[in-house]
């Protein structure tokens, strides 16, 4: 490069290019970070914006500051019920979803004929949407039609009303939430237990340990991380369950299957009432995070080497 | 080989008990869906009165009724919608990747965990703001304003996982190019993509699957009837084939067997992807 001009300018240039190179790590975020602020960044602070206001999502938004929280926390019996659904939902659907997977896992992890073909069904349902399998178990739980029923029939028990009846319903959209997920939890696992070394098990075996025995002791302790990553995936999916919900019975009948995902939903965009839907939303974050990491803290505080 | 000692009584039984476990499991998982694809070759008449047996005849009006419903439209608009985000995400993620992975800078690990940490919010939370944004841009009931927010939500996983998968390439291969004059973009270019071939392949697969499948924010996007993607339009069939049973079945096959067959062929991308974040994280 030519000494051309007065000094002063080739420093700027020398300096500029020298940023442009420093730049370079940072040019190669610019589409991810884009597509990430638009999308995903300003979208939470929005809402968190949102939340402390009134808005039927035309006119100005009004700020109430924290009325909709209250609203939300101590007048509205719907958000209580919503909350309690989901908690329900959770207990239910992550211990059946993971004790179920475990103990297809266990059972799949050994050389067996047709292994492949067992992973291969079982985990199906996964890439199966929601919407789909939704609207199939209605019909599995039809009351006059549905395979549920009809099997059940062949024990002689009544037909039941499994979506119609609000006792019954949460729990039976809990069961086709197990359905379509307990294959994709058992895959994980099965990947967990495959880095078990089976020195650990022959020991075991010399030392007189039987099956049951092998399982507390080694499996358990050696896939406590792998438990904890499924145990985590579930409890989120099961506090932002909303496909599912929506599909089979909006959150019927009597609002016993409402969720609050589905509660936020119907107050923003059937009542209008975008503000609190947004509040709803935020209290709903603000419970996952907490939730997520109690149970990440509970599952490390007892660390096994 | 069968030996003597795979034999014994308690052995058998045993095995027979897993195998029956595992059948029963099995049986549970499949039956309904194959049930629910022979349930759209039967007549009107034959849903209803042999709902569990075989067809006595294959029946094809349930798809032409489907078909004359849109759903030749609708499965075009799911196949826009996601393969314009996977490309979206695809872009975005391995720039991002890659810097992540091959260059040192300040800044990069913290980004690297704010893309991360967004795991934690998932769209459902976000169904308000979006929905303002997208009205805002303007994309409100378009493509476009389906397959940025998808790719958005794609990101984090995206990059965790092409980032680890970078990582494993040696970075011998990248510094002989280099020592050839090869600029960093075009050794990212011309050496490192080429060989990622597996891991965008996997990633590819899992966002494709998760646009596909999505639902709540079609649910709020979507204002047109022909924009709709087999989601919406499958709950539009539910409604307005609530007596009419056989386009409703048909849809459901259309929707699912060709993913289920692509799914039996790819089986290990599928299972990769789907399961990356959980069993890398």
């Given amino acids: ?305 | 080989m069968i030996t003597r000692r795979m034999l014994r009584p308690s052995r058998l039984a045993t095995e027979s008990s897993r195998y029956l476990v595992l059948v029963v499991c099995a049986l549970t998982i499949g039956y309904p869906i194959y049930w629910m694809v022979q349930q759209s070759f039967k007549s009107k008449y034959e849903m209803y009165a042999n709902a569990w047996g075989l067809p006595s005849q294959i029946v094809y009006q349930n798809f032409t009724d489907a078909i004359s419903a849109g759903m030749l439209r609708y499965i075009l608009n799911s196949v826009f919608v996601s393969a314009g985000a996977v490309v979206i995400v695809l872009i975005c993620a391995c720039l991002a990747a890659y810097s992540f992975s091959k260059f040192k800078f300040r800044g990069g690990i913290v980004l690297f965990y704010m893309f991360v940490f967004t795991l934690i919010v998932p769209a459902e939370v976000l169904i308000i703001p979006l929905y303002s944004v997208v009205s805002g841009l303007k994309l409100a009931n378009t493509y476009m304003g389906l397959m940025f927010p998808y790719a958005a939500g794609g990101l984090p996983i995206s990059i965790f996982f092409l980032k680890a998968f970078f990582d494993t390439i040696p970075t011998e291969i990248e510094e002989a190019a280099k020592v050839d004059g090869c600029s960093n973009f075009g050794v990212f270019w011309r050496i490192v993509l080429p060989i990622s071939g597996p891991g965008l392949a996997t990633i590819a697969i899992l966002q494709f699957i998760t646009a596909w499948n999505e639902f709540v924010l079609a649910l709020i996007f979507v204002q047109s009837p022909d924009l709709r993607t087999i989601p919406l339009a499958l709950m539009m069939f539910q409604y307005s084939y609530s007596v009419d049973w056989g386009p409703l079945f048909a849809s459901l096959s259309m929707a699912t067997v060709p993913i289920i067959v692509v799914y039996v062929l790819m089986q290990r991308q599928f299972i990769q992807g789907l399961t990356a974040g959980a069993i890398k994280g």
């Fill in chain 1, 1 to 305: 490069m030519e000494a051309v001009g007065i000094p002063a300018r080739r420093s700027t240039a020398q300096r500029w290019v020298s940023r442009v190179r420093e730049a370079g790590p940072y040019v190669w975020l610019i589409p991810a970070l884009g597509l990430f602020l638009v999308f995903r960044l300003y979208p939470v602070l929005y809402g968190m914006y949102l939340s402390l206001h009134t808005w039927d999502g035309i006119q100005v938004p009004r700020f109430v500051g924290l009325e909709n929280f209250a609203y939300a926390l101590f007048t509205d019996d719907l958000f209580r019920m919503a909350l309690m659904h989901n908690v329900l939902y959770a207990i239910g659907t992550v211990t059946g979803k993971n004790v179920l997977a475990l103990f297809l896992a266990v059972l799949l992890n050994v050389p067996l004929r047709g292994r492949a073909f067992f992973r291969t069904t079982l985990f199906m349902p996964v890439v199966m949407s929601f919407v789909v399998v939704g609207i199939l178990w209605t019909w599995m739980y039809n009351t006059q039609f549905g395979l549920i029923n009809a099997i059940l029939g062949l024990v002689g028990i009544d037909p039941v009303d499994w979506v119609g009846d609000p006792k019954l319903a949460l729990w039976a959209l809990m069961g086709v939430d197990i359905w379509k997920w307990y294959g994709y939890h058992m895959v994980i696992f099965l990947a967990g237990l495959q880095g078990i070394p089976v020195v650990l098990y022959e020991a075991a075996r010399v030392d007189g340990a039987g099956a049951w025995r092998q399982f507390w002791n080694i499996t358990v302790p050696m896939l406590r991380p792998i438990i904890g990553v499924s145990v985590t995936l579930s409890l989120m999916g099961a506090f932002n369950v909303f496909d599912i919900i929506y599909v089979m019975t909006q959150g019927g009948p009597n609002n016993s299957t409402l969720v609050v995902v589905v509660h936020s939903y119907l107050q923003g965009f059937k009542f209008y009432r975008m503000g609190y839907g947004a509040t709803l939303s935020v209290i709903l974050l603000v419970i996952v995070i907490i939730a997520s990491a109690i149970q990440i803290r509970l599952m490390r505080t007892e660390k096994v080497d």
